[in-house]
């Protein structure tokens, strides 16, 4: 069914509620690959018990961390096929730290919607609001759906935050474990793709791959680890496109950069020619 754009963007989908707690947050911290160093008290900040400081890249998962089945992408004025579907980016900002556990509302509407000829990319909005109403985070997301270009509209702007021409400031080696896509299923995402390796070949890889959000959550957390002294307090906004794939149990690297009170980054796989894994990485301090 082609996309009807003024239908899509009037929409406000149904809102979700939903609730998280301690324990889900420290899974979550688990599955990015926190607690490697046990006797570090900095690594344990992520996994206290009732009380553990929150990545703000949870907010990207809280409201499905308990969802066991795939998504669809069916939605007033969209309907899609799931195959023909590729997460192009991320963002979440917070005005406070996120709390460790407890209820909320989501309410999504979709904002943009570009015309790349043989493909549309579909941005969304998602806000989330305690029960008495305080904004708790916001999320940024688009999707590049394949076959649904090609409906006569603009073909939007480049949004990615663009790394500066000189060389890194910092590089950060971020390990992933050979189980780490079985961990990071837990956290609400149980797509065969990361975990049953006939169903990875069939869909042209020779292993199962990373969820493209642990990666993004594994960075977040490499950089508040290495440049914010893990405080997690200390940042105001983070996000970053998705440019490529990770393998469990390769070692990626992050070139990061300060610049202009940001944090900016790319993420490569050093084994496979540098290949670019996440672009765009921009975190904004609070």
């Known amino acids: 069914m082609p996309i009807d754009v003024d239908v899509a963007l009037a929409a406000e989908l149904e809102p979700i509620e939903f609730s998280w707690s301690s324990s889900d947050v420290q899974l979550y911290h688990l599955a990015l690959g926190a607690g490697a160093d046990p006797m570090d008290?900095?690594?344990?900040?992520?996994l206290i018990d009732d009380t553990p400081q929150v990545l703000p890249t949870f907010g990207n998962v809280a409201a499905t961390f308990h969802a066991t089945k795939p998504p669809t992408v069916q939605f007033p004025g969209i309907d899609i096929e799931l195959s023909r579907v590729l997460h192009a980016s991320e963002q979440v900002s917070a005005p406070a730290p996120l709390p460790p556990s407890g209820s909320a509302r989501a309410v999504t509407r979709f904002t943009d919607i570009w015309d790349k000829g043989k493909a549309a990319v579909i941005w969304s909005e998602t806000t989330v609001t305690a029960p008495d109403g305080t904004v708790l985070w916001t999320q940024r997301r688009s999707i590049f759906a394949r076959g649904e270009g090609g409906f006569g509209?603009?073909?939007?702007?480049?949004?990615?935050?663009?790394a500066p021409d000189r060389g890194p400031d910092v590089e950060l080696e971020i390990p992933i474990l050979p189980q780490q896509a079985l961990l990071y299923r837990l956290c609400g995402d149980r797509n065969p793709l990361h975990s049953d390796p006939e169903f990875a070949a069939a869909a042209g890889f020779d292993r199962?791959?990373?969820?493209?959000?642990?990666?993004?959550g594994m960075t977040c957390k490499a950089i508040v680890d290495a440049l914010?002294?893990?405080?997690?307090?200390?940042?105001?906004?983070?996000?970053?496109?998705?440019?490529?794939?990770?393998?469990?149990?390769?070692?990626?690297?992050?070139?990061v950069w300060k610049e202009d009170g940001r944090i900016l980054a790319n993420v490569v796989a050093p084994s496979r020619e540098n290949a670019v894994v996440l672009s765009g990485v921009e975190l904004v301090p609070a």
């Open 41 to 46: 008290s900095r690594e344990l900040r992520y």
């Open 153 to 162: 509209g603009e073909r939007g702007p480049s949004t990615s935050a663009a």
């Open 208 to 216: 199962p791959i990373l969820h493209g959000l642990c990666t993004y």
């Open 228 to 255: 914010l002294d893990a405080d997690v307090a200390a940042v105001g906004s983070y996000g970053a496109r998705f440019a490529g794939v990770a393998f469990p149990g390769e070692t990626l690297r992050a070139d």
